[in-house]
């Protein structure tokens, strides 16, 4: 369970946010120190962690080697590489601006950079070794780093952007995982959950019996027939022959009444077992959505650093307007409402 919680997390970059932001509170490069200090204190809102103790319930039907979770915590481990990657990104290039010497020696130090994300980039189906060799020969000819940040937006883009799709994969694969534990404890609670159907089944017939015992007071000429039809009376023999009179009435009453008090002493002693079960579908229902959510809400983040970088690569002047969470949110909504509900 640890090793899932961990993946499902990304700890690693969350707790290492803190540090990087102080690295860029006296940095001479204004505007791309601001991104770099912007995307760092996005990432930082991110609630990835799940408290530990919330999982009581559920731990024992997470398996160390079971495919769900192995294939959970791959996309997630996958997911956490792309976000630790763009804090790194983000520093980079800020040590890349405040190299001294001309703008030419940066923007060969930044063509260089990207170059040794070439092999993991050609793994994007959206991107070919063309386009990214043509795009890097854009940014080695530039004269100002913040035109050869300008040209290389298109690498940024489909990095990001296939990094966004696959959230969906990761999406899924929480929903698989979740399915797979509803299983696991459905089946270690079978015997509760069939003990409580039949209970169910039972006060049903007894109050359909007590339904007819009251329709029988009411007749001139009652007749008991459904209710011998029902099985649901133990002793047979207190069902009279003929026209039932309201002494019959009563011991068939009694008897419903001594019948339900049992089923309820029954179902009372298996309460806390029911309970159990529940609470735990609960905990783990609990566990995927806030996981799902936190999920989907670092696709906006990823969506939004983009858009950012475009912005800041373009010229933008306003740092704070390069960051707009609500911009993506609202475009998401827009072209894909099923993407973040």
């Not at 991104?35 to 760092?40: C, G, M, N, V």
Request: charged residues 30%.
């Amino acid at each position: 369970m640890r090793k899932i919680l961990a993946a499902l997390c990304a700890a690693a970059l969350l707790n290492g946010c803190a540090a990087y932001k102080k690295n860029f509170k006296n940095k001479s490069v204004a505007d791309i120190g601001l991104f770099a200090d912007s995307t760092i204190t996005m990432l930082s809102t991110l609630n990835l962690t799940l408290n530990r103790d919330e999982t009581l319930l559920v731990r024992r039907f997470v398996l160390e080697d079971g495919e769900e979770e192995r294939h959970v915590k791959e996309l997630s481990d996958d997911l956490r590489r792309g976000l630790e990657n763009i804090v790194r990104y983000s520093i980079d290039i800020v040590n890349i601006a405040e190299m001294d010497g001309p703008q030419t020696n940066k923007v060969n130090a930044y063509a260089n950079y990207l170059v040794q994300f070439r092999d993991d980039m050609l793994t994007n189906p959206a991107l070919d070794a063309e386009a990214f060799d043509n795009t890097i020969e854009d940014v080695m000819v530039q004269e100002e780093f913040v035109e050869a940040l300008r040209k290389a937006q298109p690498l940024l883009n489909a990095a990001i952007l296939n990094g966004a799709l696959r959230v969906d994969d990761l999406i899924r694969a929480l929903d698989d995982f979740a399915v797979v534990l509803d299983t696991r404890i459905d089946v270690e609670y079978a015997d509760i959950i069939q003990y409580r159907a039949k209970l169910e089944r039972e006060k049903f017939n007894i109050m359909t019996a007590f339904e007819l015992i009251y329709d029988a007071y009411r007749m001139d000429e009652p007749n008991l027939d459904a209710l011998k039809d029902s099985a649901v009376i133990w002793t047979p023999e207190i069902i009279p022959e003929g026209r039932p009179t309201k002494e019959d009435l009563g011991k068939i009453g009694e008897h419903l009444h001594n019948r339900m008090a049992s089923l309820q002493a029954v179902q009372d002693a298996m309460r806390p077992n029911w309970e159990d079960y529940m609470a735990t579908h609960k905990e783990l229902d609990a566990i995927v959505d806030e996981t799902v959510a936190n999920v989907q809400q670092s696709r906006i983040m990823l969506l939004t650093w983009v858009r950012a970088h475009q912005k800041m690569a373009a010229g933008q002047t306003d740092p704070a307007g390069w960051f707009d969470i609500g911009e993506v949110t609202k475009s998401l909504i827009k072209t894909a409402p099923g993407a973040i509900l």
